[in-house]
Structure formats: structure tokens, C-alpha cells
């Protein structure tokens, strides 16, 4: 079979990989349905994260079961699933309080840009649809995988309530569909902060109200002016730069939440700043096991399109051009079907 693997920076290619087998009693093998480039796989490929050696790539995915393990016994060949980028058991502590990406026993999963993948602790980790999807579904579904999840999480740990007056950091995908959250929490307005026009047409066809175009100090005195000077009620963090942090920090009222959910590169907190603001921080690599069926559901009903955010398809053999147009930021989200 054939995986992506990356060598160095700017260096993806699609190459003959050893075919994923039952390793463990409670494994799945899935052949992908589709599969897809993360913004955080930039990091690596920008040379920004440092990897060792050539590395398989890939932590996204749905698919049809092939095969499971002797203890596998909540999912069956033939059905389609979708699973997170950590594998879970959700039976430990960690994962009954909701947190299954910290998970006692977790592993990543990290070869997903590939026909075939090896899910680990298939019990806790898999979900199935409740059929085979129509195509049409397919990325909506995926999307669920990690983007909208990780958006959900965002906007629930920034603690969306109805009514709410909520600022998205960041007009990637996970931003994107982190507004789409907060819409479906009921929030009453949404604040993108985003510089790019087909970002931005998105954004409010998710149901942001405003769009913010300016970053730093101004995007937040922006933020002020438009919250009566008192700030927003919840702050979604989708960047990860300190930047972005300290914009989202900055810009909640004393009293309000900030999810954050962009996997942090440099970014120092000062003490002092945070102390006064008088904010709530909570945030992570998101548990999206924990919404995988109210998630599922809601795209299975069709009451939300989160597949949207796709906005290049390729065979999977052309991996490499979907990580060059993101970088490149000619796509928001690069699709890939095997
Ligand atoms: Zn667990």
C-alpha cells in the first residue's frame, strides 16, 4: 500500500509503505475513505517543528472497516467510522472525565494520509455512522475526524452560552468551523478576525456577524469598540502564536473564557497580564471522542456542513500539492481520496 511520508522540509511524497496489519488484539484496520492535510501538519513541513527521521503523515481519517482484532467488539467490518488523532480506550479516568486525548493509554494515530491505517484501541477510539454515507457526506464526516471537533471543543471549553458574544482568533479551518460551533451554541454574535475575503465569506456563511480585519493591539482595541469597550463573553483561540494568544487574552471581558485549541509555538504567557485580565483559560489538544456522535449526528441530519472548509480535492497521490497549497495559502483545507 501507499502512505505519505515526510522527509524534510517541503519534502512530502507518496510512497510504497509497509500494508497495516492486526498488531494487537484490540486494533482495527480501515481502509480510507478520505483523509486530509491538518494546518498543524504545517508546522513540520515548514521545518518549523523539527522531526528526525522520514515521517508518516496523517491524523485524520474515516473509512470502511476491513478487519478487527479478536477483543474488538463495537465495530465490524463493513461499517464506516471516523476516529480522532488520539486513540482512546474511554473506559479510563481520564477519558470518563471527557478528556480522551489525555487518555491513560493513548496513542496517536499519525499515518492516516495512506489507503489503509491500523486504528488502535478500536473499541474506544472508533465511531460508526449509522450506514454507509452518501458521497456527499463523506467530508462533512471527516471534517468531524479533527477540525470540527476541535473547533467544537474550542467553543465549548470558551464555555458558548446562549446569547453570547464570541471572537474567533483565526480564519483556518478549526477557526472556521469554531465559529460554526458557536453558532449552533446559540451564540447571538460572532466576531471573525480574518484578513482573507474567501476566509471571511466563509466565516459568515457559518454565521459569523462581524468580521475584524485588523491583528495585535488594534484588532483588540477593534474588539473593544465593538463590545462597548467591555470585551467578549468566550474567545476561541485557533492559532497557537503568542500573538494570537494575547489577542484573545486581551480582547475577553473580566468574567469571560478563552478556549484555546491552536497547538502553541512560542507563545509566554506574562503572568501580570493574565493575572488582570481576569479571564478563564482552558484548552488542549481537543477530546473530540467526547463529541464524536452528538457531532456525527448533527452532519449525519444534515443540519450542519462542515465539509465546507474543503476547498481542494485530490487523489491521494497528489498529497504533496495539497501541503504546498495550503503552506501556500491557496487552500483553506486540502481534501484527499485515495
Ligand atoms: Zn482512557
Known amino acids: 500500500m501507499k502512505g505519505t511520508v515526510l522527509y524534510g522540509p517541503r519534502d512530502v511524497r507518496f510512497e510504497e509503505r509497509p500494508e497495516p496489519r492486526i498488531e494487537k488484539p484490540t486494533d482495527a484496520i480501515i481502509r480510507i475513505s478520505a483523509a486530509c492535510v491538518c494546518g498543524s501538519d504545517l508546522w513540520p513541513y515548514r521545518g518549523i517543528q523539527k522531526i528526525a527521521k522520514p515521517t508518516p503523515m496523517g491524523h485524520e481519517y474515516c473509512g470502511i472497516v476491513e478487519e478487527v482484532g479478536s477483543e474488538v467488539k463495537s465495530v465490524k467490518p463493513g461499517q464506516f467510522v471516523i476516529g480522532s488523532f488520539?486513540?482512546?480506550?474511554?473506559?479510563?479516568?481520564?477519558?470518563?472525565?471527557?478528556?480522551?486525548?489525555?487518555?491513560?493509554?493513548?496513542?496517536?494515530?499519525?499515518?492516516?494520509?495512506?489507503?489503509?491505517?491500523?486504528?488502535?484501541?478500536?473499541?474506544?477510539?472508533?465511531?460508526?455512522?449509522?450506514?454507509?454515507?452518501?458521497?456527499?457526506?463523506?467530508?462533512?464526516?471527516?471534517?468531524?475526524?479533527?477540525?470540527?471537533?476541535?473547533?467544537?471543543?474550542?467553543?465549548?471549553?470558551?464555555?458558548?452560552?446562549?446569547?453570547?458574544?464570541?471572537?474567533?482568533?483565526?480564519?483556518?479551518?478549526?477557526?472556521?468551523?469554531?465559529?460554526?460551533?458557536?453558532?449552533?451554541?446559540?451564540?447571538?454574535?460572532?466576531?471573525?478576525m480574518s484578513r482573507h475575503e474567501s476566509r471571511q465569506r466563509l466565516a459568515s456563511e457559518f454565521g459569523a456577524t462581524d468580521i475584524v480585519t485588523e491583528r495585535g493591539e488594534g484588532g483588540v482595541a477593534?474588539?473593544?469598540?465593538?463590545?462597548?469597550?467591555?470585551?467578549?463573553?468566550?474567545?476561541?483561540?485557533?492559532?497557537?502564536?503568542?500573538?494570537?494568544?494575547?489577542?484573545?487574552?486581551?480582547?475577553?471581558?473580566?468574567?469571560?473564557?478563552?478556549?484555546?485549541?491552536?497547538?502553541?509555538?512560542?507563545?509566554?504567557?506574562?503572568?501580570?497580564?493574565?493575572?488582570?485580565?481576569?479571564?478563564?483559560?482552558?484548552?488542549?489538544?481537543?477530546?473530540?471522542?467526547?463529541?464524536?456522535?452528538?457531532?456525527?449526528?448533527?452532519?449525519?441530519?444534515?443540519?450542519v456542513n462542515p465539509g465546507r472548509v474543503f476547498d481542494l480535492v485530490l487523489p491521494l497521490d497528489q498529497v504533496a500539492e495539497g501541503y504546498r497549497a495550503m503552506d501556500e495559502r491557496r487552500a483553506i483545507k486540502a481534501l484527499l481520496r485515495p
Open 222 to 303: 477593534r474588539i473593544k469598540e465593538l463590545t462597548g469597550g467591555l470585551g467578549a463573553d468566550s474567545v476561541l483561540e485557533c492559532v497557537g502564536t503568542q500573538e494570537s494568544m494575547m489577542q484573545a487574552i486581551l480582547s475577553t471581558r473580566p468574567g469571560g473564557s478563552i478556549g484555546y485549541v491552536g497547538v502553541p509555538h512560542g507563545v509566554e504567557l506574562e503572568g501580570e497580564k493574565v493575572f488582570f485580565a481576569h479571564v478563564h483559560l482552558h484548552g488542549g489538544p481537543a477530546p473530540v471522542r467526547r463529541f464524536l456522535p452528538e457531532l456525527i449526528d448533527l452532519v449525519w441530519k444534515r443540519k
Open 86 to 192: 488520539f486513540a482512546s480506550d474511554n473506559i479510563c479516568p481520564h477519558c470518563h472525565a471527557g478528556y480522551q486525548t489525555s487518555c491513560q493509554r493513548r496513542e496517536f494515530v499519525s499515518t492516516a494520509q495512506a489507503s489503509i491505517l491500523r486504528v488502535p484501541l478500536a473499541d474506544g477510539t472508533l465511531v460508526a455512522t449509522p450506514d454507509v454515507p452518501s458521497e456527499d457526506l463523506i467530508p462533512s464526516l471527516l471534517a468531524v475526524s479533527d477540525v470540527f471537533g476541535t473547533g467544537w471543543f474550542a467553543a465549548v471549553a470558551a464555555n458558548v452560552k446562549p446569547g453570547a458574544t464570541v471572537v474567533v482568533v483565526g480564519d483556518g479551518a478549526v477557526g472556521l468551523l469554531g465559529g460554526l460551533s458557536a453558532k449552533q451554541m446559540g451564540a447571538e454574535r460572532i466576531i471573525a
